[in-house]
């Protein structure tokens, strides 16, 4: 079953199937985010230190919005996956459009996956994990860092963009 999904320090989850749009200017949010793996968290995703998860979004912008703090995920939860973690936002999926410009983050990002059968993929300085959604971002920066223990698998990790898949990035 489903762990921690949907959980960002502005906005938790975003689910635009009723066609509704976000606009952030000038936003910021201050804090920290410390999840602790139980026994049913199978499943870990959408966490992220300014929007959590979207879902089917129609239209998102983030102008000039800073995301600041850390994000600890920590546990030792055998057969679990933890993706899609992010210091600005966690994961998006689906449709829709994402403007990001003149942001910032300075997140700090730490799990401790140490138990067996962990796969933790998906995780970056900005964006977790993005897919089939239509990104233009400009003038955006990371400065924080990424710190991952454990984990059977570990991949698509990065400073800027863990993962990311879209016909028409710009």
């Given at each position: 079953g489903d762990g921690a999904v949907g959980?960002?320090?502005?906005i938790g989850t975003f689910d635009g199937d009723d066609d509704y749009d976000v606009y952030a200017s000038s936003t910021?949010?201050?804090g920290d985010i410390l999840i602790t793996l139980v026994a049913t968290s199978t499943e870990n995703y959408g966490i992220g230190g300014f929007i959590g998860y979207m879902d089917e979004?129609?239209?998102v912008d983030c102008l000039g919005c800073i995301s600041s703090g850390s994000i600890t995920i920590e546990g030792d939860r055998v057969n679990t996956e933890i993706y899609g973690v992010g210091g600005f936002i966690g994961h998006s999926d689906e449709y829709g459009e994402l403007i990001v410009a003149d942001s910032v983050?300075?997140?700090d990002i730490e799990i401790s996956a140490n138990a067996s059968s962990t796969e933790v993929y998906g995780v970056g300085g900005l964006f977790g994990y993005l897919e089939d959604i239509e990104?233009?971002?400009?003038?955006n920066y990371y400065n924080g860092s990424i710190t991952v223990?454990?984990?059977?698998?570990?991949?698509n990790i990065a400073g800027f963009i863990g993962y990311f898949y879209d016909e028409e990035f710009t």
């Open positions: 959980i960002g320090g502005f910021a949010y201050t979004p129609e239209d983050s300075t997140v990104t233009y971002l400009d003038r223990f454990g984990g059977d698998e570990t991949y």
